[in-house]
């Protein structure tokens, strides 16, 4: 009896569904691919962040850089991406985020051909500030194209999972990958391999990957222009000094114009209908904090690649690819921290997590200034990079709760991408002040001689970020906030970044 009431019905309702479900299927599947063309060039931009730190004793000697001119090797790159990183944001509301994304990765591939190049200092410099600018325009869609490509809910979860994993993998393999290509082939190669990348990349996203919708809006070209000038004239002070002296008219000029022009950023912030920087985001005291203690942590961190890579090849012989394998302490550590991370900000807040995190990274920068001509990796700077490790972990997560919390869903992505800001532009300024320091005790043919002021001066910069996490960020009232899954991966992603 309930065979024959019930057959009829179960037939007509499942045959809708059967019909259905290829062209479901499909969906799903053409969304699936489109996720992975997107994390691939996610891949592709963490890589960047340190697959050319491996190969910069090699550039330095084949175009004879000097020690703080090296460092424009990383922070052309940085300011540009930095700078513009608000206004790549901006252009992906008004313009789209698919096509804002593929004309940003466009111009970092065709940067990076260019930069593979390269046989003069300026060239290379040239070609790493055009890469910024690319990656600017291209990775703040990167995220919003895997949460919107994904058909439900649970797609959209294994999206974030996927871009987590790779923004927390990339930075190891960047540096695993920078020292085989420096190795056997040529540290050209360090920036060719983004070519190849980039290609399929391009050709394959329009097919796979749904373009969002855009918004009505103007573009404060006058904000980006001020902010990425300013910076860039600020960082040529510090770099211009250990050369021409801390008087010289160079250096003060710099350090003016850099000043009036970020006055005149803020300044045009508060003015603009469509700013770049609302400013009413940076007046809560605990978001402006965390933002200033993200920037002094992220300058601090610079300087830990920068210094060790040249020591591990100058000081103590290592080739490329041992170099690279030295760091996997320090990204493995990160990697694993911040994955208890979250639960540890849920039960004892972020202000605990960055005060502990912050005391960690001193030491680690007092440990890392002891080492010496007669120094070895396992005695003197295993523990020290681990402790790094650990310790940076443990303060990227409470700040990006801190940052995101309490902002309204409309204005998540304008945060998330200052965030950002403050990370690059903090880690290019923090770069330049330590390189300076450095190269002012630098002596000709010995490394090592300037590399303990300089990371005394890293020690110092997270001692400041120690006080600001005291005094500036007081605890909430009451439970704090539990991240979300968005701010996990952003978090994680900023901790891969940052390593």
């Given at each position: 009896?309930?065979?024959?009431?019930?057959?009829?019905?179960?037939?007509?309702?499942?045959?809708?569904?059967?019909?259905?479900?290829?062209?479901?299927?499909?969906?799903?599947?053409?969304?699936?691919?489109?996720?992975?063309?997107?994390?691939?060039?996610?891949?592709?931009?963490?890589?960047?962040?340190?697959?050319?730190?491996?190969?910069?004793?090699?550039?330095?000697?084949?175009?004879?850089?000097?020690?703080?001119?090296?460092?424009?090797?990383?922070?052309?790159?940085?300011?540009?991406?930095?700078?513009?990183?608000?206004?790549?944001?901006?252009?992906?509301?008004?313009l789209g985020r698919l096509r804002t994304f593929e004309i940003g990765l466009a111009v970092f591939t065709v940067a990076s051909f260019l930069g593979g190049l390269a046989t003069t200092p300026g060239w290379l410099i040239a070609a790493r500030t055009l890469q910024g600018?690319?990656?600017?325009?291209?990775?703040?869609?990167?995220?919003?194209?895997?949460?919107?490509?994904?058909?439900?809910?649970?797609?959209?979860?294994?999206?974030?999972?996927?871009?987590?994993?790779?923004?927390?993998?990339?930075?190891?393999?960047?540096?695993?990958?920078?020292?085989?290509?420096?190795?056997?082939?040529?540290?050209?190669?360090?920036?060719?391999?983004?070519?190849?990348?980039?290609?399929?990349?391009?050709?394959?996203?329009?097919?796979?990957?749904?373009?969002?919708?855009?918004?009505?809006?103007?573009?404060?070209?006058?904000?980006?222009?001020?902010?990425?000038?300013?910076?860039?004239?600020?960082?040529?002070?510090?770099?211009?000094?250990?050369?021409?002296?801390?008087?010289?008219?160079?250096?003060?000029?710099?350090?003016?114009?850099?000043?009036?022009?970020?006055?005149?950023?803020?300044?045009?912030?508060?003015?603009?209908?469509?700013?770049?920087?609302?400013?009413?985001?940076?007046?809560?005291?605990?978001?402006?904090?965390?933002?200033?203690?993200?920037?002094?942590?992220?300058?601090?961190?610079?300087?830990?690649?920068?210094?060790?890579?040249?020591?591990?090849?100058?000081?103590?012989?290592?080739?490329?690819?041992?170099?690279?394998?030295?760091?996997?302490?320090?990204?493995?550590?990160?990697?694993?921290?911040?994955?208890?991370?979250?639960?540890?900000?849920?039960?004892?807040?972020?202000?605990?997590?960055?005060?502990?995190?912050?005391?960690?990274?001193?030491?680690?920068?007092?440990?890392?200034?002891?080492?010496?001509?007669?120094?070895?990796?396992?005695?003197?700077?295993?523990?020290?990079?681990?402790?790094?490790?650990?310790?940076?972990?443990?303060?990227?997560?409470?700040?990006?709760?801190?940052?995101?919390?309490?902002?309204?869903?409309?204005?998540?992505?304008?945060?998330?991408?200052?965030?950002?800001?403050?990370?690059?532009?903090?880690?290019?300024?923090?770069?330049?002040?330590?390189?300076?320091?450095?190269?002012?005790?630098?002596?000709?043919?010995?490394?090592?001689?300037?590399?303990?002021?300089?990371?005394?001066?890293?020690?110092?910069?997270?001692?400041?970020?120690?006080?600001?996490?005291?005094?500036?960020?007081?605890?909430?009232?009451?439970?704090?906030?539990?991240?979300?899954?968005?701010?996990v991966a952003v978090a994680t992603a900023d901790g891969a970044e940052a390593a």
């Amino acid at each position: 009896m309930s065979t024959t009431t019930h057959s009829p019905r179960s037939t007509a309702s499942t045959a809708p569904t059967s019909s259905t479900q290829p062209t479901r299927d499909r969906a799903a599947r053409r969304a699936s691919i489109g996720i992975g063309i997107v994390l691939v060039a996610q891949l592709m931009l963490v890589l960047d962040a340190t697959v050319v730190n491996v190969a910069l004793p090699h550039i330095a000697t084949d175009l004879g850089f000097t020690p703080a001119g090296l460092s424009w090797v990383l922070n052309a790159y940085t300011l540009a991406f930095g700078g513009l990183l608000l206004l790549g944001g901006r252009l992906g509301d008004v313009l789209g985020r698919l096509r804002t994304f593929e004309i940003g990765l466009a111009v970092f591939t065709v940067a990076s051909f260019l930069g593979g190049l390269a046989t003069t200092p300026g060239w290379l410099i040239a070609a790493r500030t055009l890469q910024g600018v690319g990656a600017a325009f291209a990775a703040p869609g990167v995220l919003a194209l895997v949460t919107t490509s994904a058909p439900d809910e649970a797609a959209r979860n294994r999206g974030l999972a996927l871009f987590t994993a790779v923004s927390s993998a990339g930075a190891s393999i960047g540096l695993l990958l920078g020292g085989v290509l420096t190795d056997f082939v040529s540290w050209h190669w360090t920036l060719f391999v983004n070519v190849p990348i980039g290609a399929v990349v391009l050709v394959l996203a329009r097919r796979f990957v749904t373009e969002t919708p855009r918004v009505r809006g103007r573009f404060d070209v006058v904000g980006a222009i001020t902010a990425t000038l300013g910076s860039v004239a600020v960082v040529n002070g510090f770099i211009s000094a250990p050369d021409h002296g801390w008087t010289s008219p160079l250096t003060l000029g710099s350090f003016a114009v850099g000043l009036a022009l970020l006055a005149l950023f803020v300044r045009t912030e508060g003015r603009v209908a469509n700013p770049l920087l609302p400013l009413g985001l940076v007046r809560a005291r605990s978001r402006a904090g965390a933002l200033v203690l993200m920037a002094l942590v992220v300058g601090a961190q610079f300087s830990t690649f920068f210094l060790v890579t040249q020591y591990l090849q100058l000081v103590l012989g290592f080739s490329p690819v041992a170099t690279g394998a030295a760091f996997l302490p320090l990204s493995l550590a990160i990697f694993a921290t911040s994955r208890v991370s979250a639960r540890l900000v849920a039960k004892v807040g972020p202000r605990a997590l960055m005060l502990v995190g912050t005391i960690g990274l001193t030491a680690s920068f007092v440990w890392l200034s002891g080492i010496s001509e007669s120094s070895t990796y396992a005695a003197h700077l295993l523990g020290a990079l681990v402790l790094n490790g650990v310790s940076a972990a443990l303060v990227f997560m409470p700040v990006t709760v801190v940052v995101l919390g309490g902002v309204d869903r409309a204005q998540a992505g304008t945060v998330s991408g200052l965030l950002q800001t403050a990370q690059q532009l903090g880690g290019a300024v923090g770069l330049a002040a330590i390189v300076s320091v450095y190269a002012s005790q630098a002596e000709p043919g010995r490394f090592v001689p300037g590399v303990e002021p300089a990371f005394l001066t890293s020690a110092t910069f997270t001692l400041v970020a120690l006080v600001v996490a005291a005094v500036v960020l007081r605890p909430r009232k009451g439970r704090e906030p539990e991240p979300s899954r968005e701010t996990v991966a952003v978090a994680t992603a900023d901790g891969a970044e940052a390593a």
